[in-house]
């Protein structure tokens, strides 16, 4: 039975071993929430140009229609948009608080940054009318329209030209794809900007536009398809993984240290995160937006999951459970830590998924969480 014993520890130190791996893997679960690919917009008569950024496939066919609307009397609309490819993510990223600085340089472009690089398509619909009476908004068709690269002054001069078209003048060959305005011509980042002018401003009319993105893999974004890809082999992983501890504990199911029950809690944690996080990306990919509370759900269980294999990697350090049998008042230190790590990787997982990840908050959050992995690795070292 000692030499059982023996055996065992020095397998189980063998397996505890495994406990640095997982925490290596036990990382940030998303950068923030999967970019939607299906919104529903109200826009009223004192409302800003729309802007709706995404990244997308090349042959991403974008959809514009007015769902519904409300006009107390004839009033006459033009409605343009402007679909531009950024190369540049740096360019992409804060694109709204662009646009709101640079209103003077833009002119009568709805480019945000017109001297930046980049590919554009833009068209403007124009004479359509809006009566109570109406069942049917008018069709937004396709533009026939190419890319083109950008250059200074390029874009407010073909407005000027007359680059317009009203709603029924392209109907021919498109009639195919009802409401796609657009295909995207390249793999990357684009922003849509539609702008609405109203004959009549004093008017409280309303439209309610649905926008979709969507393209052969349906609705994820060029950037978060792997991820899905990905999610989906690592819960395969700790699939494996799972099974392959569960096969090797019950060979020893005798001699099983309280340790052992914690990796396989860590194992079963990540496994049920990287299923939530899969499930939650196709379900974004088949209906165009994802559910908050979900990811919330999955990002608590991967603070956890990262809080209870930081412990053990100290635990095992300490040499609990292998040449000691308590650690005594250091454990509560250990909690303690477990305790302000689990606090700070739950709040900053919230703000990143709520879209507050550039917040002082957040930074706020993401400091001590630093801070707190850095004294981890000072203590296990010394």
């Not at 009476?133 to 407010?156: G, W, Y």
Request: hydrophobic share 45%.
């Amino acid at each position: 039975m000692a030499d059982g014993s023996r055996r065992w520890l020095r397998i189980s130190s063998r397996l505890l071993c495994f406990v640095p791996f997982l925490l290596t893997t036990s990382l940030n679960g998303v950068n923030a929430a999967p970019e939607m690919g299906l919104w529903t917009i109200t826009v009223r008569n004192t409302s800003r140009p729309l802007l709706l950024r995404k990244a997308m496939y090349k042959e991403t066919d974008v959809q514009l229609r007015v769902a519904s609307f409300g006009c107390p009397e004839e009033v006459m609309f033009s409605i343009q948009w402007f679909l531009k490819y950024y190369p540049c993510h740096n360019e992409y990223n804060n694109i709204e608080e662009m646009y709101e600085k640079t209103p003077l340089s833009r002119g009568e472009s709805l480019d945000p940054n017109p001297l930046g690089t980049g590919q554009y398509i833009q068209h403007r619909y124009r004479e359509l009318s809006c009566r109570s009476d109406m069942h049917i908004f008018p069709m937004l068709n396709k533009s026939k329209a190419e890319p083109k690269t950008v250059r200074p002054a390029q874009v407010e001069s073909e407005l000027q030209d007359g680059s317009f078209t009203s709603s029924s003048a392209e109907a021919g060959s498109y009639r195919a794809k009802d409401h796609v305005i657009s295909t995207t011509w390249r793999d990357g980042p684009y922003l849509l900007v539609v702008h609405i002018n109203s004959s009549k401003q004093d008017v409280n009319w309303n439209l309610t536009f649905s926008v979709m993105m969507k393209g052969t893999h349906g609705y994820l974004s060029v950037t978060e398809w792997p991820l899905m890809i990905f999610y989906m082999v690592m819960c395969m992983v700790y699939i494996l993984y799972a099974l392959l501890w569960f096969v090797w504990a019950s060979c020893y199911w005798k001699d099983l240290l309280r340790i052992q029950f914690w990796i396989a809690g860590v194992i079963f944690l990540g496994m049920i995160e990287k299923a939530v996080f899969c499930a939650e990306y196709q379900n974004t990919n088949n209906v165009g937006s994802a559910s908050q509370g979900l990811l919330i759900f999955a990002e608590l269980i991967s603070a956890l999951k990262r809080t209870l294999a930081r412990l053990l990697v100290i635990i095992v350090s300490l040499g609990y459970g292998i040449v000691k049998p308590r650690l005594g008042t250091v454990m509560h230190r250990v909690v303690g830590l477990g305790v302000l790590y689990f606090a700070f990787a739950a709040i900053e997982g919230v703000l990143r998924i709520t879209g507050a990840k550039d917040s002082d908050l957040a930074l706020l959050a993401n400091i001590p969480l630093a801070l707190l992995d850095s004294s981890l690795c000072w203590w296990i070292s010394f």
